[in-house]
């Protein structure tokens, strides 16, 4: 264990401005890494969150609206219209649940969630619109309901909120994968690094590995210092960069968007230790793994 040390202190002293380089090569990308897994882990927290509150409000034709739809000119939707829009609704099996809403029900909540704003006056009783609010199953399987209905008579419009969410949730995804993709190519380039320290490590101690050899060292007992070497400098790179998620959670997120934005969901520490841990793993796998591959040649009996 002395010698094990010792040859360690002395690879990392000789090469320290190589190992300072790998040390901030895995800091920036481990916390690149780290930012990707928490901004994955918050994008379905908003998912799971938003699909859950996700319904579909099937609205119904009125004479002094009509645009677009299967409506009959200057006709609201016939009793009979509803109960067969009603039905189809409730045998459809996506459909958890229905709520029926007349048009006086629908002004008189328009009322009272504007009563403090100008645009109160903006609608009349007979500008508003019966309507079925549906509740699914599961938020995603909508399709097939959307389909059916539209090409029923007195339907003038669906509001559909998977419009307004998805295109939302595909940028976020796209943002969180373009993070973690860009960390991967910084801790490739970490890992070529690592292994071109060892190999200069390996290139000068090359006489003491091949006397160690000759005397019949094993090759742990020649390979320890070296995959010490890389292992302290993952580990103190994935240090930093566990340091900087943590502080980045506390700050952007704790102390301020969910003090701002009381109504989201927001990812916690619980999180942000399963996103650390991650890290450390990515950490210690890239230290060891280019150890092995650049000493493995003075392994060979």
């Given at each position: 264990m002395r010698h094990l040390l010792s040859e360690t202190w002395s690879g990392l002293r000789r090469n320290v401005g190589i190992t300072l380089a790998v040390v901030m090569t895995m800091w920036v990308s481990l916390s690149l890494f780290g930012a990707g897994l928490i901004a994955a882990q918050q994008v379905?927290?908003?998912?799971?969150?938003?699909?859950?509150?996700?319904?579909?409000?099937?609205?119904?034709?009125?004479?002094?609206?009509?645009?677009?739809?299967?409506?009959?000119?200057?006709?609201?939707a016939t009793d009979e219209q509803k109960d067969q829009i009603h039905d189809a609704i409730e045998k459809n099996p996506e459909?958890?649940?229905?709520?029926?809403?007349?048009?006086?029900?629908?002004?008189?909540?328009?009322?009272?969630?504007?009563?403090?704003?100008?645009?109160?006056?903006?609608?009349?009783?007979?500008?508003?619109?019966?309507?079925?609010?549906?509740?699914?199953v599961d938020p995603q399987q909508y399709q097939g309901?959307?389909?059916?209905?539209?090409?029923?008579?007195?339907?003038?419009?669906?509001?559909?909120?998977?419009?307004?969410?998805?295109?939302?949730?595909?940028?976020?995804?796209?943002?969180?994968?373009?993070?973690?993709?860009?960390s991967i190519v910084l801790l490739l380039a970490a890992a070529l690094q690592i292994g071109t320290t060892i190999r200069m490590a390996t290139f000068t101690r090359g006489r003491e590995i091949g006397i160690m050899r000759l005397v019949g060292a094993s090759n742990f007992h020649i390979m320890?210092?070296?995959?010490?070497?890389?292992?302290?400098?993952?580990?103190?790179?994935?240090?930093?960069?566990?340091?900087?998620?943590?502080?980045?959670?506390?700050?952007?997120?704790?102390?301020n968007a969910q003090r701002g934005l009381e109504a989201f969901r927001w990812v916690g520490w619980t999180e942000t230790w399963i996103a650390v841990g991650a890290m450390v793993l990515v950490a210690i796998i890239l230290s060891i793994i280019p150890t092995i591959i650049s000493a493995r040649r003075y392994l060979r009996v």
């Open positions: 379905n927290l908003f998912k799971g969150e938003w699909y859950d509150k996700i319904e579909i409000t099937v609205y119904l034709c009125t004479a002094k609206l009509q645009t677009g739809g299967n409506c009959d000119p200057g006709q609201d459909v958890l649940k229905v709520e029926y809403q007349s048009k006086e029900e629908a002004y008189e909540e328009f009322l009272n969630v504007f009563k403090d704003s100008p645009i109160k006056d903006s609608l009349t009783l007979e500008e508003m619109q019966d309507n079925y609010r549906v509740k699914l309901l959307v389909s059916q209905l539209k090409l029923m008579r007195g339907v003038q419009k669906i509001q559909d909120l998977h419009q307004i969410l998805e295109p939302v949730f595909k940028w976020l995804g796209a943002l969180q994968w373009g993070t973690i993709a860009l320890g210092p070296f995959l010490l070497e890389s292992l302290i400098a993952g580990l103190v790179g994935a240090f930093l960069a566990s340091g900087t998620l943590v502080f980045g959670v506390w700050f952007i997120i704790l102390r």
